[in-house]
């Protein structure tokens, strides 16, 4: 079946521009997970969702960062006022119960959007 | 929080020897340490897992060990071949919380 997929591949915008970041999971997937990833590094948890619920935003970088997923599918990572320091890889991730978990273990990433503030 | 460590941070391996990566976790609630594969330009791809009621898992010339007193895990890849040739990252989970933290990744070329 599909992947997670994401939108759009490449993001390109101004210094205190606001951007949009769309994740798409894979579906039937309860649990749902953004990470940014500077090149050459692992990925870094942002936050994450199971169904609508965002059970953990510990991981986003200030008050300018912040997600959604109204329906408990599709989600989108906003940020405000982009600064430079925002440019990176932005990944998403999603994962589905096994073995009796409640939620989700194994995560299957999606392509990324690759952020660049100018 | 938990901190993963990784190394070797680059690995260069003849076609055919074994690589071996190490990873070590602060954390000693973990329970779940993934690996995945990153191609260049690619997604990370979970290669193989393990969860801490196991001490090895085997999946053809692939093979992670888990030593939970150590608080150390390390995938091994036999019979090295160029297509192995990446970057892998372990990371480290607490499997109800589900928030993966990952090492800063390994860089594998396999020379033919």
């Known amino acids: 079946g599909a992947g997670v997929s994401q939108s759009p591949r490449y993001k390109v915008t101004k210094r205190g521009q606001d951007v949009a970041l769309r994740c798409d999971p894979i579906?039937?997937?309860?649990?749902l997970y953004w990470y940014r990833q500077a090149l050459g590094q692992g990925p870094e948890f942002l936050t994450y969702?199971?169904?609508?619920?965002?059970?953990?935003k510990s991981g986003l970088p200030n008050d300018r960062f912040s997600a959604e997923r109204p329906e408990g599918s599709i989600s989108t990572l906003t940020i405000q006022r982009t600064e430079q320091r925002d440019s990176a890889m932005y990944r998403c991730?999603?994962?589905?119960?096994?073995?009796?978990?409640?939620?989700?273990?194994?995560?299957?990433f999606g392509p990324g959007t690759r952020l660049t503030v100018l | 929080g938990e901190n993963v460590e990784q190394h070797p941070s680059t690995l260069s391996v003849q076609e055919g020897d074994s690589a071996v990566i190490k990873c070590t976790y602060s954390?000693?609630?973990?329970?779940?340490f993934p690996w995945y594969k990153q191609e260049l330009g690619k997604r990370p791809q979970l290669i193989i897992d393990?969860?801490?009621?196991?001490g090895e898992k085997k999946d053809q010339r692939i093979a992670v060990t888990l030593n939970k007193t150590a608080k150390h895990f390390s995938l091994h890849i036999t019979e090295t071949q160029p297509e192995d040739s990446a970057v892998y990252f372990c990371?480290?989970?607490?499997?109800?919380?589900?928030?993966?933290?990952f090492g800063s990744g390994t860089k594998l070329n396999v020379k033919p």
């Open positions: 954390d000693s609630a973990s329970n779940y």
């Open positions: 579906s039937g997937h309860v649990s």
């Open positions: 991730a999603s994962s589905s119960p096994s073995g009796g978990a409640r939620f989700g273990d194994t995560q299957y």
């Open positions: 969702f199971n169904y609508e619920a965002q059970q953990d």
């Open positions: 393990i969860r801490s009621n196991v």
């Open positions: 990371a480290a989970s607490k499997e109800n919380f589900n928030k993966f933290y």
